[in-house]
């Protein structure tokens, strides 16, 4: 989904300071549970609902329903979806109130290219949305086709959360990540349940600050393609895809305002584009990883089912490039039990989903849909 034109590569890059490098594991499966889906970006569920709903960058909704994939789509925005490269239908989020009002939220990429937030409402069938529902949330105007970001989620104090790339190109050309005056480059937060369409939550961190949105909860994000919120510990984790050296995944308190994870100063842990610059007030990743270990990452969740007891509150990410899978703990502000999984091949990994038991899912670019589970994980020790 992330372009994988890279302009250098670093050879033999240290991990993240602070963050140990992953042990080899194994013990980890991927199970089928869906084939033959036009490229899968997303997966999610709704509480008490044995459903899956899996997002087709084409512009539909699927529904994986008593393990068979539904031949009728839930939801088809192709015939206002451009899709292709990083544009498309990027994720669907459901109202924290669905079972009474049959609100969900999408973000996707219309024909002119520019970012859509709309909402839309069930019909009478559960298994169909209505297409004729749209309500219009947010637009937000896109100058290259790359850097959409993508993902819309409710956060655990049901406003919602939309993670905005820097508008493409590369570099980060106009300086989006660090004005506070575009939506771009941005994390935003929403009070959907107030105003038409949304009101600014008033704990946002700019609002009523001449020359700043108040829509932004968070700045200085290059492409933050998939995030997270693990309540039980209240963290928020973006998996921020980098430049041309780093990858990065933040790890911190969800609910911390006004954070700036400095791009286009910094490119992970490090200045971006000289040898000194200013890190001062600025969030420094928990893990990062050189483009000799990958080129694209791609966030999950942070595991609370019941299949993998040994695994619980590991935080599972992946490359889109290299194909490995990745999970850690974060404990006391530190990483620990930082782990890569072998024996498994997931292919180039799109996205991560979690279903109504916290059980996870990966999503691949060719077609398919995997949960995954294990057996009783065994780590390699170093001798």
Same mark, same amino acid.
């Given at each position: 989904?992330?372009?994988l034109?890279?302009l250098f590569?670093?050879?033999s890059?240290?991990?993240a300071?602070?963050?140990?490098a ?6 980890l499966?991927? /199970?089928r549970v869906?084939i033959?889906? +036009?490229?899968p #970006?997303y997966?999610?569920? %709704?509480?008490d609902?044995s459903?899956?709903f899996?997002? /087709?960058?084409?512009g539909?909704? =699927?529904? &994986?329903k008593?393990g ?5 789509p839930? %939801? ?6 451009? +899709?292709?490269?990083?544009q498309g239908l990027?994720?669907?989020a459901?109202h924290?109130?669905y079972a009474a009002?049959?609100f969900?939220?999408?973000?996707y990429?219309?024909?002119r290219?520019?970012t ?9 069938d ?5 297409p004729?529902?749209?309500? #219009?949330i947010l637009t ?8 959409n970001?993508g993902?819309?989620m409710?956060?655990?104090?049901s406003?919602l959360y939309?993670g905005?790339?820097?508008?493409? +190109? ?9 004005n ?11 009070? &959907?349940?107030r105003?038409d ?5 008033r704990d946002?961190?700019?609002v009523?600050?001449?020359g700043? =949105?108040?829509e932004?909860?968070?700045y ?9 919120f ?6 928020? @984790?973006?998996?921020?895809?980098g430049?041309?050296l780093w990858?990065?995944i933040d790890?911190?308190?969800?609910d ?6 400095g791009?286009n100063?910094?490119?992970g842990d490090h200045?971006?584009? +000289? =040898?000194?610059c200013?890190?001062?007030g !600025?969030?420094?990743?928990?893990? /990062?990883y ?10 999950g969740?942070?595991y !609370?089912g ?7 509150g590991?935080?599972? @990410?992946a490359?889109?490039c ?6 850690f703990?974060?404990?006391n502000?530190?990483v ?6 072998r024996g498994?091949a ?9 279903d109504?038991s ?17 057996a !009783? ?5 170093a001798?």
């Amino acid at each position: 989904m992330r372009s994988l034109v890279l302009l250098f590569l670093s050879l033999s890059l240290p991990p993240a300071r602070g963050a140990p490098a992953p042990t080899p594991a194994t013990g980890l499966t991927l /199970e089928r549970v869906a084939i033959g889906l +036009s490229d899968p #970006l997303y997966v999610t569920a %709704l509480p008490d609902d044995s459903r899956l709903f899996v997002v /087709e960058q084409s512009g539909r909704i =699927r529904i &994986v329903k008593a393990g068979r994939l539904l031949p009728a789509p839930f %939801l088809d925005l192709t015939d206002r979806v451009r +899709s292709g490269g990083e544009q498309g239908l990027l994720s669907v989020a459901f109202h924290p109130r669905y079972a009474a009002n049959g609100f969900l939220y999408v973000n996707y990429t219309d024909r002119r290219g520019d970012t859509q937030v709309v909402r839309f409402t069930v019909s009478r069938d559960p298994d169909r949305a209505d297409p004729a529902s749209a309500k #219009l949330i947010l637009t937000v105007e896109q100058p290259f086709s790359n850097h959409n970001g993508g993902l819309v989620m409710f956060g655990p104090d049901s406003m919602l959360y939309v993670g905005m790339g820097d508008g493409g +190109s590369g570099g980060d050309p106009y300086g989006n990540g660090q004005n506070r005056a575009t939506l771009l480059g941005k994390m935003l937060r929403l009070d &959907v349940d107030r105003g038409d369409p949304y009101a600014l939550p008033r704990d946002n961190p700019f609002v009523g600050r001449a020359g700043m =949105r108040g829509e932004i909860w968070a700045y200085g994000l290059r492409n933050p393609w998939r995030f997270c919120f693990d309540p039980p510990a209240g963290t928020l @984790y973006i998996a921020d895809v980098g430049q041309n050296l780093w990858e990065e995944i933040d790890v911190v308190k969800a609910d911390r305002a006004g954070l700036d994870y400095g791009w286009n100063v910094m490119e992970g842990d490090h200045c971006y584009r +000289s =040898r000194d610059c200013d890190r001062s007030g !600025r969030v420094a990743p928990l893990v /990062e990883y050189g483009h000799d270990d990958g080129c694209s990452v791609t966030g999950g969740f942070v595991y !609370r089912g019941r299949r993998m007891p040994d695994l619980v509150g590991h935080y599972f @990410y992946a490359d889109y490039c290299h194909g490995w899978i990745r999970s850690f703990k974060f404990e006391n502000g530190i990483v620990t039990d930082h782990r890569e999984w072998r024996g498994i091949a997931a292919g180039q990994v799109t996205s991560f989903g979690q279903d109504a038991s916290g059980e996870l899912y990966v999503c691949a670019s060719d077609g398919t849909v995997h949960r995954l589970g294990s057996a !009783r994980p065994h780590v390699s020790r170093a001798r």
